[in-house]
């Protein structure tokens, strides 16, 4: 007995539907908007709770946080840190945050130069990746001079350690860089050895990474502005000013003028601001900033 054989239109359905199945396994696997987001929220926040938790640790015990010292080795400073947030998987009384499974901390530590002039991201100088396959690297500690916008003549010296994340391990496209061909996937942040963590880069112009809004006043009914990017919410709240003294979530351009050509300095970007940047600003330096910045949670 013979079995009956396909027709050619039955053999072109198939096929489309095989396609139609290929089509949305490449749209689910390739890096999209869609993913990396909320990764980068994930980790920034991650990251914001171990420097907050290392920092106050350091400071109920009259410690100094790596880097605050006097005269800092600014290699040290960095393997330091790499410490304080990674948990060694060896050691069982570690009291690192971010779980592990390649920890680098130790004798293996390397940094990646203070300005990132190109994809020099590999195995050799990562810091430690995460059990979520995330890649940490760490620059040699760094400060900048910032003059205080209430008062010009006082200089305020911010000390600080860049950590580059690459979101999704070894998918592509493993770049810090803007390109044509989908979203960068290694994100910088800012780390001070004042304990905060800031967002930095490109990200923090596009919506689609992070997004924020001004609450203010604080000393009176709240009120809030609308969302938008990390970048224009910085410029709504201060007027494009720094008070590096009063709030270190001010401080904006001197860094980026410090890494000119690398992936922290913003490009074609005008910040978009309206009238609720009148309350927030500083007469004179007894006053304490009337705003803040809150970063929307990635859903």
Request: charged share 25%.
């Amino acid at each position: 007995m013979y079995k009956k054989a396909y027709n050619l239109a039955e053999m072109v359905l198939v096929i489309a539907i095989i396609g139609f199945i290929v089509m949305l396994m490449y749209k689910t696997i390739k890096p999209s908007y869609k993913a990396i987001p909320i990764a980068y929220y994930r980790v920034f926040t991650s990251l914001e709770d171990a420097i907050y938790n290392s920092y106050e640790k350091f400071r109920e015990k009259n410690q100094i946080f790596p880097g605050a010292d006097e005269k800092p080795n600014i290699y040290k400073t960095a393997q330091e840190l790499c410490s304080l947030i990674a948990t060694n998987p060896e050691e069982a009384d570690d009291n690192g945050y971010i779980n592990t499974v390649i920890y680098n901390c130790g004798e293996n530590f390397k940094t990646v130069p203070e300005n990132i002039r190109n994809n020099i991201f590999n195995d050799e100088n990562m810091a430690f990746q995460a059990t979520n396959s995330m890649k940490f690297y760490i620059s040699p500690l760094q400060e900048v001079d910032i003059k205080n916008a209430v008062s010009e003549k006082q200089i305020i010296t911010i000390r600080y350690f860049i950590v580059w994340v690459d979101l999704n391990g070894k998918k592509r496209p493993n770049s810090a860089f803007i390109n044509n061909k989908g979203p960068i996937d290694i994100v910088p942040f800012i780390v001070t050895t004042r304990g905060e963590v800031l967002p930095a880069g490109y990200p923090t112009t596009d919506i689609r990474y992070l997004s924020a809004y001004v609450q203010y006043p604080l000393n009176h009914t709240p009120r809030a502005s609308k969302s938008r990017t990390y970048y224009d919410a910085q410029t709504a709240a201060y007027s494009g000013r720094e008070y590096p003294y009063y709030d270190v979530y001010s401080i904006r351009d001197s860094i980026i003028k410090q890494h000119l050509g690398t992936p922290i300095e913003i490009k074609s970007f005008s910040p978009q601001t309206d009238d609720y940047d009148k309350p927030c600003k500083l007469k004179k330096k007894t006053d304490e900033p009337l705003c803040k910045i809150e970063i929307n949670p990635s859903l």
